[in-house]
């Protein structure tokens, strides 16, 4: 008779547990490096928030309100782990900042995923249990050498590697793809005369403009540039205005927003690294969501290294304007 | 001849245009003569009016006594309104008609909150520096609409106009409103009221000048200037981002600071301001030009603002020490 009761209490406690699993909504975080006018991140949340919906989730999407600021990001951390909630995504941006406050949610029983951006040291560098987002190095590898195809196949190569902003993990690292590339095209090409080099572009249309624009006049001879993030569609303008043809100077750079893609349109942009954002908000909560019901441990995805051509960009288009792409 | 030296070394802008010229010349020989090319002029030409429209608005507000931090948010603000009205059907007159609007309600809020609650500026502004770029993110919903070109008259605003297509249309709008805000300032009641007020406050007031409208006037003038350069920067780039002028308001108070305005009001010239904002995009164009290591950008630009201000310091106490002989 005991035994049954203990049973009837164990099978009740399940039911309950159950329905309380059912009817209380996973409360998630996800805590970014950037403010919320950056094109690109609105994407991200749409993803997180389409997910959030199919699952009932309570979800907060929390920006800095200085782009790239750690502090403010950290903080935003803490305050959202204060709410206690289920489980937390962030971008690292930073190898040692974040270690503390992703240690002490794992401890107090959260998940965390890493979205977008991961510390250099990957899954060694802190305790968060995956990482969704692009490769950069590979990234910024795969966009120099589909961009060298369309390198003259005779005379000297000049080519400019801007990097949007200097010292952040996203950036340093598609511009090191970028430039691994580049040592690996001069040692397979010994006896052309190639060279490149980098320079702090900016991530402000009119200020990238300017500055690439500055470089092509002392340096009309410029092959390609390749920029770590959009902002190279300022300078397809300021090349039309000085009336170079597309392909002149080749350019090529990552994320799909339509301002890149109408200058894919009119030629003057050759390729485009794809990094997926819908899938980078999307994803993590869908790991959660496994995670929390059938304890499913959360795992890395690569949301891609996906080159984009001229070719491809009607089809793109109408996906990007939704945020889709 | 003396006299002269003296009435120039006192002049606000008088070092920055002086670090002006010599930086022009070191860029030219540093950059194997290409800084001043057609080229590189005519993009820097385009950049120009953007800037300098903001930095003269917030001249104007400084030398009254105020500041407004929220002149990058009101960039980005009023041309996602009209490029959100346009995609709504608008035309394009009506649209940038309700993009100004909201600019003068913003510069209005800004001076009134501040006059009203007796408040510093630089505080009610740097709320409202977050609160207007907010709402170009709300009203965009975080993507910027498509502007169709063919339903803007771009011939009035951004296409080349000048002698070999140096300038653009924007670079006219910019003289012109320079030439009229200066006029408004020296040649008028109004530009005595503005630096009256700026420059004591307590006095102006016992003089019957009306200080807070002349406040609230300021703030209007910077706020809508700022949303006319935002709109010229989206139609010559052809995209409302909303992230664009983050950061320009620092760049407008140092540019209106090298061009010799006080921070505590009263003293400083438009043409200052323009200069100093010529200065700044001459240091961040000419490093790149000169092949400067990208990583000291900001610590030359940094440098180069605090020189031009130590500078004119110097300058205007060498003016005020220089005797020179009175007529009898």
Known sequence: MRNFKGLALAALLTTVSTAALAQDPLDIAFTVHSGSSNTFWQAVQKGYEDACAKLGATCQMVYVQTDGSVQEQVANMEAALARGPDALITSIVDNAAFDDVIQRARDAGVIVIAANVDDLEGAAGNARQAFIG??????????????????????????????????????????????????????????????????????????????????????????????????????????????????????????????????????????QVDQQPYMQGFMPVMEIYLAKTVGLAPSNIDTGQGIVTPDMVDAIMELSAMGLR | MRRLLKLALQKPEMAATLLLVLLVIFFQIRSDMVFLTYDNLRGMLGF?????????????????????????????????TMAVMMTMGWGFWPATGLGLLVCAFVGFLNGWITIKFAIPSFITTLGMLFMARSMTVVISGGFPPRLNMDNIPEHLFVSYVGPGDLFRASFVWFVVISILISLLLSKTNFGNWVRATGGYLPAAEALGIPANKVKIACFMICSVLSGLAGLMQVLRLGSPLPSIGEGLELQAVAAAVIGGTALAGGIGSIIGGIIGAVLIRVIDNGMVMSQVDSNWFKFAVGALTILAVVGNSWLRKRGRAMKVETER
């Open chain 2, 48 to 80: 120009l009016p953007e800037v300098g429209l903001v930095a003269v608005g917030v001249t104007l507000l400084m030398i009254c006594g105020e500041f407004d931090l929220s002149v990058g948010s009101v960039f980005a603000l009023m041309p996602m």
């Open chain 1, 134 to 271: 692009q490769g950069f190095v590979p990234a910024g590898y795969s966009l120099g050498q589909a961009q060298s195809a369309n390198f003259p196949a005779e005379g000297p190569i000049r080519v400019l590697v801007g990097v949007s902003a200097p010292g952040q993990n996203w950036s340093e690292q598609r511009a090191l793809g970028v430039m691994n590339f580049m040592d690996d095209f001069i040692a397979a090409n010994p006896d052309r005369d190639i060279a490149y080099e980098r320079i702090d572009s900016g991530t402000d249309l009119a200020v990238v403009s300017d500055r690439i624009g500055a470089y092509l006049s002392v340096h009309p001879d410029t092959t390609a540039y390749f920029d770590t993030g959009f902002w190279h569609a300022g300078v397809a303008r300021v090349l039309a205005d000085r009336g170079v043809a597309p392909g002149v100077v080749l350019l090529g750079g990552f994320d799909l927003v339509p301002e890149v893609l109408e200058q894919m349109k009119a030629g003057y942009v050759q390729v």
